[in-house]
């Protein structure tokens, strides 16, 4: 726990982003792995239930998206503090990030007890077994919010001061019990679909407390700052807009997909964990540069960051590609993992080509994001994503609904979403305009020159 930040020459190496990145795959991938197992488990309870937790996952990745902002946020925050040398400062944005964090939670909590089955029958698009089902998942899932959202900033401010070790511990642990107890839950407890949110709620909660103790740990004040709260809300906001921009995309496009009926949601459920899943551990990258971005610049090491951008990019495209030859392989396979219903795994094979098609150029995109973020550009990031959803995702899905295109149209308007950014993140990346050095990144400072 006396790490310091690394020497500027040694920030945009191979080796010292495959340290970064490595651990934190594992981290990725270990939330969106369960949800891969709670899938194919409760697929084989039947068609409603596999659709239900469509709509009810949806709404939790929501939760998630929060967390990740928080992370994101506390990740470039306290790595610059970290780079510039004031390690206990950057703890200290952790310990402000837990208390939000917590706090949003709860709100999330109560939010889904009081609300949940008016979203479910909103998304569902009326009353019946779906929606029925959803709600009831929700509400019990929900109560891991809390715990969900402070292993978001636990893993956000560990990250910064470019701690793998702990995060690695933190999330596989609970994950890995939660996936062996998933399906003992469901089939031989006899819960069903209520076993797979029990589930959930004991990894995200154990988890959480896991971040908690590590800061109590570090042995620094733990009291919540309202000033410092509200600063860092303030500062996240770009985040926030972004995230809400993303979520109000794919809430749309699981609602066009439950009105093309219940095998075509569930079809959507499959490709759109896989998607999150291979989003995630590409973002692994994004992590790394969050990291090292953030402290190159607080460190003045303008020209490290401008390499490891370069680098990391190439890295992205290369990942990209690699995922694109694995799910195009596996196209005839990996459906029936999730389902035995004919229908589901036919569906599934319309969202496949736009889904493999988008893998190269996503793993560009996810990477570039990493950097700008860990730069403290979300402003940029923010109008951009904002620009993308509203003028490309969003009115292809309800075009497609309005045309009956089905999964097509929604997984065609995913890849015109991606196109998007990628053009302009390649576009910012060239100018420069995102290169701020300092400790705390103030766009009035003169910037890098490019």
Aim: hydrophobic residues 60%; glycine residues 12%; contains cysteine.
């Amino acid at each position: 726990m006396s790490q310091t930040a690394p020497a500027p020459a040694s920030i945009a190496s191979p080796r010292r982003i495959a340290a970064l990145a490595l651990p934190a795959l594992v981290v990725l991938a270990a939330e969106p792995l369960y949800v891969l197992v709670d899938t194919a488990v409760v697929g084989h309870l039947g068609r409603v239930p596999l659709a239900a937790l469509a709509v009810g996952g949806t709404v939790m990745t929501l939760t998630a998206w929060l967390g990740t902002v928080v992370a994101y946020g506390t990740t470039g925050r306290s790595a610059r503090r970290f780079g510039s040398g004031d390690r206990a400062a950057a703890v200290a944005e952790g310990v402000q990030a837990s208390w939000l964090a917590f706090g949003v939670g709860l709100l999330v909590a109560v939010g889904m007890q009081l609300g949940g089955g008016v979203l479910a029958r909103t998304l569902v698009g009326g009353p019946g077994e779906v929606a029925d089902a959803a709600a009831l998942w929700l509400r019990i899932a929900a109560l891991g919010a809390p715990g969900l959202l402070l292993a978001a900033a636990g893993n956000g401010w560990l990250r910064g001061i470019q701690d793998t070790r702990r995060p690695l511990l933190f999330v596989l642990g609970p994950n890995l019990l939660s996936a062996l107890l998933c399906p003992l839950l469901v089939y031989p407890v006899g819960l069903g679909l209520a076993g797979s949110a029990v589930a959930n709620v004991l990894a995200q909660t154990l988890a959480g407390g896991l971040f908690a103790a590590a800061l109590v740990a570090e042995r620094v004040p733990l009291r919540p700052r309202p000033r410092l709260i509200r600063q860092q809300l303030v500062l996240s906001r770009d985040l926030l807009i972004r995230g809400a921009a993303f979520q109000a995309s794919f809430l749309s496009a699981t609602a066009v997909a439950s009105r093309f009926g219940a095998a075509a949601v569930g079809a959507h459920q499959i490709a759109l964990q896989l998607w999150f899943f291979t989003a995630l551990v590409l973002d692994a990258l994004a992590i790394a540069a969050q990291s090292l971005v953030g402290a190159a610049l607080g460190a003045g090491d303008d020209a490290g960051a401008r390499a490891l951008a370069r680098r990391i990019a190439l890295f992205g495209g290369v990942c990209g590609v690699a995922f694109a030859v694995v799910i195009a392989a596996g196209a005839g396979i990996v459906p029936s993992w999730f389902s035995s219903d004919p229908l589901v795994r036919e569906q599934a094979m319309v969202a496949w080509p736009w889904f493999v098609a988008m893998q190269p150029l996503a793993g560009v995109v996810f990477a570039l994001d990493g950097v700008l973020i860990g730069a403290g550009d979300v402003r940029y990031l923010r109008n951009l994503t904002v620009v993308a959803a509203l003028g490309g995702f969003l009115p292809a899905i309800w075009l497609a609904h309005g045309l009956h295109l089905g999964l097509g149209g929604i997984w065609a308007g995913l890849t015109l979403f991606v196109v998007l950014r990628l053009v302009a993140l390649l576009l910012r990346l060239r100018s420069g305009g995102w290169v701020v050095v300092g400790a705390v990144r103030d766009d009035s400072r003169t910037r890098a020159p490019a």
